[in-house]
């Protein structure tokens, strides 16, 4: 019953984490100071003692740009995309914990000197909000953290503390928030949201449709982080979601469809041409990905200005413009005319995963992962920035995610 209530509160399984619940009840035992019998009662209609519980329970460990390839894909893809589109970036931290992550996007917004942004923390806990409010911070917090970061952005406020200088407490705010409850207090749209290691025990169910209702406070265009750990979304939840899946810089991230103005008392526009595939000249410009990334499209001009584009940019740019049929019909092209590509292979798996055919797309994983075979791992495969063990990670990713 304990273990229900725990769940039905904060959405943790107990189930999965059986041995941490026994070391939870014990502490809690030796805190309250009350014998087990009574302790369980007591937790059956004590909702704050239920609260402390959780809180054992849900390890709140946190740090400062936890997750390097996380923070590079934030830094050189998903800030300075949103930088370029947007007069001003609002992001949110769900499940903040003690605030480092919600003043890390805060710094790596500050860094990029791109427009004015604020930032959103909310977690279950009220005392973690309070330390993120504190702002104030051990060295363990900095294990991950640039030198340099800690020298802009924090103050010495006494021997192994270091606070967070105003100029970026000031673009952060923390609020209290359960994310199981039916009804969020938080109001209006995101660019960015950062949910990580949040929804690791949840249940599977729990979290498609978390995923879902964050999905659904993006803006067009605006992306999702999860943790590496943390259940990926399932091929229906992207689709109803609408996410696409994206791999920037070595992480994993999900864009919703893409910037698309949208002016409800005009008349909508006409849809898009559709660009003719035709097969393409045999000395044809072939597309350079200086990294293999489907979002980077901004940096790849040169198919783009050619008269014929590849069918792979088309596959690409309609992906990026979360037009899926287009793209799924010129990407199948492309494997076609390109049956030796093993990029092709896995642009395809993408939206296929994205249109929700997991079957289709564990198979184009398997030719894509057929043609990496003996190749050695930092040999180049399409341009600069892209090896052969970077297109691995790729497969061997979206292979997680649809759980091949
Ligand atoms: C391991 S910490 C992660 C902190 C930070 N996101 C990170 O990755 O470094 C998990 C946090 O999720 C919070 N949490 C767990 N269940 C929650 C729920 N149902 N609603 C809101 N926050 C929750 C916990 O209180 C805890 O602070």
């Given amino acids: 019953v304990i273990c229900q209530r725990v769940e039905a509160r904060s959405g943790l399984r107990v189930a999965a984490i059986a041995r941490s619940l026994e070391v939870a009840l014990e502490t809690l ?155 969020w207090t938080v109001d209006g749209t995101f660019d960015l949201i950062v949910c990580r290691n949040v929804m690791i025990y949840f249940s599977n169910d729990n979290a498609q449709r978390l995923i879902a209702r964050l999905a659904a406070r993006l803006r067009p265009g605006g992306w999702l982080l999860l943790g590496p750990s943390d259940p990926p979304p399932l091929p229906a939840t992207l689709q109803r979601a609408g996410l696409v899946v994206r791999f920037e810089d070595g992480a994993i991230l999900y864009r919703r469809a893409a910037l698309r103005a949208v002016t409800p008392d005009r008349a909508p526009a006409p849809p898009p041409a559709v660009p003719k595939l035709e ?84 198979s184009a994983l398997r030719a894509a992962a057929r043609l990496l075979e003996g190749l050695s791992d930092d040999a180049a495969l399409s341009g600069q920035g892209m090896t052969v063990a970077d297109l691995r990670r790729g497969v061997q990713a979206l292979n997680v995610m649809l759980g091949a």
């Fill in 29 to 183: 035992m030796r805190d309250v100071g009350v014998e087990r019998g009574a302790l369980e009662e007591r937790l059956l209609t004590d909702d704050a003692l239920l609260e402390r519980l959780t809180l054992l329970l849900t390890i709140p460990e946190t740090h400062f740009f936890r997750v390097k390839p996380q923070m590079k894909a934030l830094a050189n893809v998903v800030l300075p995309t949103l930088a370029r589109d947007r007069a001003s970036i609002r992001v949110w931290s769900a499940g903040c914990s003690t605030g480092e992550e919600a003043y890390t996007l805060a710094m790596l917004a500050l860094e990029g000197q791109g427009p004015a942004v604020s930032v959103l923390g909310t977690d279950l806990h009220p005392g973690s909000l309070e330390v993120a409010r504190a702002a104030r911070y051990g060295a363990w917090s900095f294990r991950d953290t640039p030198p340099h970061v800690r020298q802009m952005y924090f103050d010495a406020v006494a021997s192994a503390r270091w606070q967070v200088k105003p100029e970026v407490r000031d673009l952060v705010k923390f609020a209290a928030l359960n994310l199981l409850e039916a009804h």
């Fill in 279 to 362: 097969p393409r000249a045999p000395n044809a410009p072939t597309l350079e990905l200086p990294v293999f990334i489907v979002g980077a499209l901004d940096t790849v001009a040169p198919a783009a200005q050619t008269d014929a584009p590849s069918d792979l940019h088309v596959g690409l740019s309609a992906l990026e413009g979360d037009d899926l049929p287009l793209a799924l019909a010129a990407l199948r092209r492309a494997a076609y005319l390109e049956p030796t590509s093993a990029f092709v292979q896995f642009a395809l798996a993408q939206a296929l995963v994205s249109s929700g055919q997991s079957a289709r797309a564990r």
